[in-house]
């Protein structure tokens, strides 16, 4: 089962294993807030190819803006 | 061995922070030397969230601030620095051995600052950024001129290529517009807590395992990610 991450949300699901990371993209896009400009970490590794397949020991995360706020 | 802390930015997030940083460096041996670095002022609007006394509108927020912590914390030389972190001045703010909280609200800064932190052989920077409910906090360790994560910026394009300005470029309306953006006390706080939880782990000399922690207020949680 891969796990998918984004920000403080993350999930763990079977839906898109053995499929590309853009499906998951798609599936998961709602659930986790994720938008397209968002760097993807496949395993912590930096992956562009978005057509890369899921395993299902895989950990995808995509990197959510940091808060530009705070002074 | 830490050869001064400077804590960048002392509003929402800094000034929490500053005031547990300096109890906790008050009573252990690990830096006497704390330099606060801020070209803002204090107005009316930032009392509902930043930790100061209403009589100090107006003031600068750095030199406002080492007043108020050299009045409680007599161990420590504690130095304010009335201006924003720019180009020209980073060279003189960060040096090597330095330890740096930056709590500051644009990723133009965010930028020279994490800029400056690569050059050096040894140094900590702890970066805290939020919105209105969530923010995460950043961590890059440089060791005897080896980085143990990437800088702050690898992975976050909006840091790298910022869209705002450095406050030191802005008109004071345009300063004006900034204070009055909206952000909520316990948001802050929150930040300050994990930043200064990784300056424990670190001074600790325990392992850090993340660079990285995102966190959301309203779900109270909070998530670590390693880079």
């Known amino acids: ?71 | 061995m830490i050869g001064k802390i400077v804590v960048i930015g002392l509003g929402g997030i800094g000034s929490f922070l500053a005031l547990v940083l300096c109890r906790y460096l008050n009573f252990t041996q690990h830096c006497k030397k704390v330099i606060l670095v801020d070209g803002d002022r204090y107005g009316r609007e930032n009392f509902v969230r930043q930790n100061i006394s209403a009589l100090e509108e107006t003031k600068n927020k750095a030199e406002a601030q080492a007043v108020y912590l050299k009045s409680l914390f007599n161990t420590l030389t504690i130095v304010p620095i009335p201006e924003f972190v720019t180009e020209k001045n980073v060279v003189e703010v960060i040096g090597e051995k330095s330890v740096v909280f930056l709590a500051v609200d644009n990723h133009a800064t965010r930028k020279i600052v994490s800029e400056r932190c690569q050059r050096l052989q040894d140094v900590v920077l702890i970066s805290g950024g939020n919105e209105i409910s969530d923010g995460n906090i950043q961590v890059y360790i440089k060791k005897n001129g080896r980085s143990r994560n990437p800088p702050i910026e690898r992975f976050h394009p909006e840091i790298a290529q910022p869209r705002d300005k450095n406050p030191a470029e802005l008109s004071c309306e345009e300063l004006a517009r900034l204070s009055g953006s909206e952000q909520i006390i316990f948001t802050n706080l929150t930040a300050a807590c994990l930043m200064l939880n990784a300056f424990y782990t670190i001074v600790a000399e325990k392992p850090l395992r993340y660079a990285e922690v995102y966190f959301d207020i309203e779900r109270n949680k909070a998530l670590p990610r390693q880079r």
Do not use: H, P
């Not at chain 1, 020991?57 to 530009?68: H, L, P, Y």
């Open chain 1, 1 to 71: 089962m891969a796990k998918f991450i984004c920000g403080c949300n993350e999930t763990d699901v079977t839906t898109f294993d053995g499929r590309a990371i853009s499906d998951a993209r798609n599936g998961l896009r709602q659930a986790l807030n994720i938008s397209d400009d968002m760097r993807v970490l496949l395993n912590s590794n930096e992956v562009s190819d978005m057509q890369t397949v899921v395993r299902a020991d895989d950990e995808i995360e995509w990197v959510k803006q940091g808060g530009v706020k705070g002074n």
